[in-house]
Nanobody, 116 residues
Framework: QVQLVESGGGLVQPGGSLALSCAAS????????MGWYRQAPGKQREFIAS???????SLADSVIGRFFMSRDNAKNTVTLQMRSLEPEDTAVYYC??????????WGQGTQVTVSS
């Protein structure tokens, strides 16, 4: 069983920056992909970014050039660096773990609010 704990959400002004972290623990398989998704009120959950076990990153078009994802395999932690935040980035951000053999695991979510 894998557990995910997200941290780093909060309130930030437009144009500001935030970093979200997701720490995985438990029965972690070396080959895995971890991702970030977000869900705004009244909208479906959407993909934001992912990074696989060798560090290849995929980003949603809406965040290219503003969001950056990295991972520390030794600590089983991924980080989402968010810059130039816009009010449209306001959402609950969820971390996901996928090891291609078991059901995906989701974190509890962390709120990001971009507002002046």
């Amino acid at each position: 069983q894998v557990q995910l704990v997200e941290s780093g959400g909060g309130l930030v002004q437009p144009g500001g920056s935030l970093a979200l972290s997701c720490a995985a623990s438990g029965s972690i398989f070396r080959i895995n992909t971890m991702g970030w998704y977000r869900q705004a009120p009244g909208k479906q959950r959407e993909f934001i970014a992912s990074i696989n076990h060798v560090g290849s990153v995929s980003l949603a078009d809406s965040v290219i050039g503003r969001f950056f994802m990295s991972r520390d395999n030794a600590k089983n932690t991924v980080t989402l660096q968010m810059r130039s935040l816009e009010p449209e980035d306001t959402a609950v951000y969820y971390c996901k773990y996928d090891d291609y053999r078991n059901d995906d695991v989701w974190g509890q979510g962390t709120q990001v609010t971009v507002s002046s």
